[in-house]
């Protein structure tokens, strides 16, 4: 999305449909599954049984099991995992679990696997969070213990806030804020403004969600960007993110909204509270978001819902696609979904996400706020994107793409002009 910061500088946003990283399976107890194929061996079961132990130590924060798994040959990694172990200690953990995917080595004394971390957040994931790790496993002196020597994220994978240093956690009443390096008073100034995003999100979006929102606030852009396992220039200028795994499969998995502190800290209130509307409007609406869904519906509906009680005017909104819309060059089709990525043209974006916008509200005016959310449905239940916009707006809507955008047309020369 794109607002305007309070002295009139153009700030972009982004709600990140999805972010690679992150898959959700309902996992509710500490525990470690075996790969299948490697699931009888001994080796496999013995690495299974010490990540199993690691995850108990995690879930229940006991320092001495949790060092007591580690290398004791490997100092400087005991050292760090007893810090990471302590950055943990504020993070209220529901549940905490590894499933070894793959493992490799000879299978005497060293072995490295690769495995899904699983965890919950109480109170807040319905389902796991997902990070592929790969972790480097030592046998000593020919016992049958297994020792954690190494334990990161998997290539292309993102890391941890943990891991970037001591988590703090404010609650607000619907919503939970973790940050690292952050004062509490700015992390309670989230969580406020939160807690107003997610009841007007739970009325804007009246299917069943979590009516809550985990925000991670990292120290600084280049920490969100190892948080998203994504370049740092990819977030410059970029407020917030919502990262989790769209699929239309009813099944929702665990979202977090990602912080960029020093461009959220630039905005306004107003900013500020479009921005968090926003994107917890993605966390609402993410089990019925597909690959069927184009950028300009799903943006545009978390626009809707940001602005639904703001005051200012659709060209005051929408400033860039007023300015091309006064000057006759109104444009021929609804946002495609290039048009809203950020090596874009700083105004092709901005006119993107401000014709999604529009566009969601022409839906909402002419065949109602019940319709429109009934077409965002019926699109995302739809597994690709061939025909499902125009299956669903003739069975929902009664129309066609091409009669839409007629209307859409000139419905921006009516309020823009």
């Known amino acids: 999305m794109a607002v305007r910061t309070q002295d009139g500088r153009r700030t972009r946003f982004r709600g990140r449909g999805t972010a690679g990283a992150v898959l959700a399976v309902l996992l509710l107890a500490p525990a470690c599954a075996a790969p299948p194929d490697t699931a009888a061996g001994p080796t496999a079961r013995q690495v299974s049984a010490a990540l199993g132990r690691r995850a108990a130590a995690v879930l229940h924060h006991d320092e001495a099991a949790y060092l007591a798994g580690l290398d004791p040959r490997a100092a400087s990694f005991r050292s760090s995992q007893r810090t990471e172990l302590r950055n943990l200690a504020d993070v209220p953990l529901e549940s905490w679990a590894y499933e070894v995917k793959g ?51 998997s290539e292309g994978s993102p890391g941890q806030l943990w891991e970037q240093g001591d988590v703090q956690a404010v609650r607000g009443t619907r919503s939970l804020v973790l940050g690292v390096g952050r004062r509490e008073a ?188 009934a077409f965002y449905k019926a699109v995302g239940s739809r597994s690709g994107r061939d025909g499902a916009v125009e299956h669903a707006m003739q069975s929902v809507l009664g129309t066609t793409p091409e009669d839409f955008t007629v209307r859409w047309r000139d419905y921006l020369r009516d309020r823009l002009g």
Not at 126 to 132: E, I, L, R, V, Y
Not at 247 to 272: C, E, H, I, T, W
């Open 103 to 153: 493992i490799t080595g000879d299978g005497a004394d060293r072995v490295t696997a690769e495995v899904e971390l699983r965890y919950r957040i109480k109170d807040y994931d319905k389902a796991p969070m997902s990070s592929s790790r790969t972790v480097r496993l030592v046998r000593r002196d020919g016992g049958r213990t297994w020792y954690i020597a190494a334990d990161r994220a």
């Open 186 to 373: 700015e992390l309670r100034r989230v969580a406020d403004t939160a807690d107003t995003a997610v009841p007007s999100v739970a009325e804007a979006w009246p299917a069943s969600w979590a009516e809550g929102v985990v925000i991670l606030v990292p120290r600084t852009v280049e920490d969100m960007a190892g948080l998203l396992g994504s370049p740092v220039a990819s977030y410059r200028g970029i407020a917030a993110v919502t990262t989790g795994e769209v699929g239309g499969n009813g099944r929702a998995p665990a979202d977090r909204v990602v912080v960029n502190p020093q461009a959220y800290g630039m905005l306004g209130d107003f900013g500020q509270r479009v921005v968090l509307t926003h994107e917890t409007t993605h966390v609402a609406t993410r089990a019925h978001t597909s690959a069927a869904t184009p950028v300009w519906l799903s943006e545009g509906f978390a626009d809707r819902t940001a602005y639904r009680h703001e005051t200012r005017t659709a060209p005051e909104l929408a400033p860039e696609l007023t300015e091309a819309v006064r000057a006759g060059d109104l444009p021929a089709r609804l946002p495609a979904d290039e048009d809203f990525g950020f090596d874009e043209d700083p105004t092709t974006l901005s006119r993107a996400y401000e014709g999604g916008w529009l566009a969601c509200e022409l839906i909402a005016r002419d065949w109602g706020e019940d319709e429109l959310i």
